[in-house]
C-alpha cells in the first residue's frame, strides 16, 4: 500500500499562527537531508556536510537553501537514529518559527532535498507496520490527539499504552491454544493427542469478551461524547438554559419569542463526558418561513440526538405543544426540565414524559443546575460511571470485532457440546482469532489500515 523504503516529510504542528511550526520526517534519508539544509552554528552560509549529530539531542543553527544559500528561518533541529524513535526508522524534526510560510518553506526544502509528502496517518502506519505499536495503540494515538476531555485523554493514554492490546493478546492466546489442540485432533489420530476439554477456555473467553463488550458502550461515550437536544415551545428558557450549562453568554436571550431560529451546537465537559449541547428553536406552529424552517431542523435535531432535555415553564399550565414535543421524544432517554422555579410554580407535569427524571431549576439564578447536570451523568451511564479495572472499549470497530469474536466462540461451545467433528469446530475458532487480530493488527487487511489511517492528520 505504501513504500517503507523512502524518506517521508510533513509538517507536524497546527497550520497558522504559533510559536513553533515542526517539520518532521521518517526514512532512510533524514541524515543527508539534514546535512544538506541544516547550518549549525551562526554561521548561516556554512552547509551541515561534515555535521555528524549525536542521536536524540538539539542543534541550534539555519536551514538553508542549498541553490541560493538563503537563509530560509533560524531553527533547532533533532536528528533521532533508529530503532530508537518513534517510526522505528531515523528521524529528524525541524523546530522552526511558527506561520504558514516558515514552516512551508522549510518543508519545501526537505521535499527539494528528496523527500516525499507523507500521507496521512503515514507516520504513525510506519509506527505499525514496523512493530512499534499494534493497530489498537495506532488508533488510540489519534484518540490523545481529538481527546475533548481529560477522562478522554485518560481513556485514549492508556489503550495508547497497551491496556486494552494486552487483554486482547491475553485472550488471543487462549483461543491459539485450543486452536493448536484442534488442528492437531485434526491432523493426528485421537490414539495420539490426550483427549482435552476446551469447555472451560472457551467459557473463560466468552465471560472476557462479553466483559469488554459491556464497556464499549460507556468507552465510546469517553471518545465521541453525547448529543442533548434542548427542546421546548418558544420562550420557556432553552437558549438561557445551554447559556447556564456552558457558563457563558452564548446564546441570544429576549422575552420575544421565537428568538432562536436556528440549532446552535456547543460542546461542554460534564464530569468528563463530551456533551455535544444543541439549543433549538421553539416547536411550535408557525406561518412565517424562516420560524418553519428553524422548527424543521429542530425535529431533525431531536431525532439525532442521543438523549432530549424537555424544557417547560414552571408558571404556566402544561400545554398542549408541550405534550406534542413530549410525543416527538418517544422512547429516547430524557429529561424533563421545569425551568423558572423563581416564579410561581403551575405547570402539573404528572403525565408528562412518565419514568423520565424530573429537574427543577432557575435558568436565570443557576438554582438547580447541579441537580441537572447530575441527572445527565446518572442518564448517560445508566445510575453510574464506570471505575472498572477492565479496559475500556471505545472505538465501535473494536466493539463490532469483539462481538464478532463471541459469536463464534459461543457457536464453537454449542458446537462442541453436541459432538460436531472437530474441523468444523476448528473454523469457529479459527474466525474468533481472525477477528481479535483485526483489533492488535494480526489479522488487518490492506483496505482496512487505509480505512483507518486515513483518518489522521498529514504529519502524524
Known amino acids: 500500500m505504501y513504500s517503507l523504503d523512502d524518506t517521508i516529510t510533513a509538517i507536524s504542528s497546527p497550520i497558522g499562527e504559533g510559536g513553533i511550526g515542526i517539520v518532521k520526517m521518517s526514512g532512510p534519508g533524514v541524515l543527508p537531508i539534514l546535512q544538506g539544509l541544516f547550518a549549525p552554528g551562526k554561521a548561516s552560509t556554512q552547509n551541515g556536510r561534515s555535521w555528524q549529530p549525536a542521536s536524540h539531542h538539539l542543534y541550534h543553527g539555519h536551514i538553508v537553501d542549498p541553490e541560493t544559500q538563503e537563509t530560509a528561518d533560524e531553527v533547532l533541529v533533532s536528528f533521532m537514529k533508529a530503532p530508537h524513535t518513534y517510526t522505528r526508522q531515523d528521524v529528524g ?169 436556528d440549532t446552535l451546537e456547543e460542546t461542554v465537559n460534564l464530569h468528563g463526558i463530551p456533551l455535544v449541547l444543541v439549543d433549538t428553536a421553539g ?25 432530549a432535555m424537555l424544557v417547560i415553564d414552571a408558571k404556566e399550565p402544561v400545554q398542549d405543544a408541550d405534550r406534542e414535543i413530549a410525543g416527538l421524544i418517544g422512547s429516547k432517554p430524557a429529561i424533563l426540565v421545569i425551568n423558572k422555579i423563581d416564579l410561581p410554580l403551575e405547570a402539573k407535569t404528572e403525565d408528562l414524559l412518565p419514568g423520565a427524571r424530573r429537574v427543577e431549576l432557575s435558568a436565570l439564578t443557576g438554582e438547580g443546575l447541579e441537580e441537572l447536570e447530575e441527572a445527565i451523568v446518572q442518564l448517560v451511564f445508566s445510575g453510574e460511571v464506570l471505575a472498572s479495572e477492565m479496559p475500556l472499549v471505545t472505538n465501535p470497530r473494536h466493539k463490532q470485532a469483539l462481538q464478532d469474536a463471541l ?20 473454523i469457529d475458532v479459527t474466525a474468533a482469532v481472525n477477528a481479535l487480530g483485526e483489533i492488535t493488527g494480526e489479522t488487518a487487511t490492506e483496505d482496512l489500515l487505509e480505512v483507518i489511517f486515513s483518518e489522521f492528520c498529514v504529519g502524524k
Do not use: W
Not at 485450543?178 to 492437531?184: C, G, K, Q, R, S
Not at 416547536?283 to 438523549?307: F, H, N, P, T, Y
Not at 459469536?407 to 476448528?426: F, H, K, R, Y
Open 283 to 307: 416547536i411550535a406552529d408557525s406561518q412565517d418561513l424562516v420560524e418553519k424552517l428553524g422548527v424543521e431542523r429542530s425535529r431533525q435535531a431531536l431525532a439525532s440526538a442521543d438523549m
Open 93 to 261: 524534526e525541524i523546530n522552526c518559527h511558527g506561520g504558514i510560510v516558515a514552516s512551508r518553506r522549510v518543508l519545501e526544502l526537505t521535499l527539494r532535498s528528496g523527500a516525499r509528502l507523507a500521507s496521512p496517518g503515514e507516520m504513525t502506519l510506519r509506527a505499525f507496520l514496523f512493530g512499534r505499536l499494534d493497530l489498537a495503540q495506532a488508533e488510540a494515538v489519534l484518540d490523545v490527539v481529538r481527546a475533548k476531555t481529560e477522562a478522554g485523554l485518560r481513556v485514549a493514554v492508556e489503550q495508547l499504552g497497551g491496556s486494552l492490546s494486552e487483554q486482547i493478546r491475553d485472550v488471543r492466546t487462549e483461543l491459539v491454544q485450543v486452536l493448536a489442540y484442534l488442528e492437531a485432533r485434526i491432523d493426528f489420530s485421537e490414539d495420539e493427542i490426550p483427549e482435552r476439554d476446551i469447555t472451560a477456555p472457551l467459557l473463560s473467553v466468552a465471560a472476557t469478551l462479553e466483559q469488554l463488550i459491556e464497556s464499549a458502550d460507556q468507552g465510546m461515550i469517553y471518545r465521541q461524547g453525547i448529543r442533548g437536544a434542548i427542546v421546548g415551545r418558544p420562550n420557556v428558557g432553552k437558549s438561557s438554559l445551554l447559556n447556564r450549562l456552558l457558563r457563558t453568554s452564548r446564546a441570544i436571550v429576549t422575552p420575544i419569542p421565537g428568538t432562536t431560529r
Open 407 to 426: 459469536q463464534n466462540v459461543q457457536s464453537a461451545m454449542e458446537a462442541n457440546s453436541v459432538g460436531t467433528p472437530v474441523d468444523l469446530i476448528a
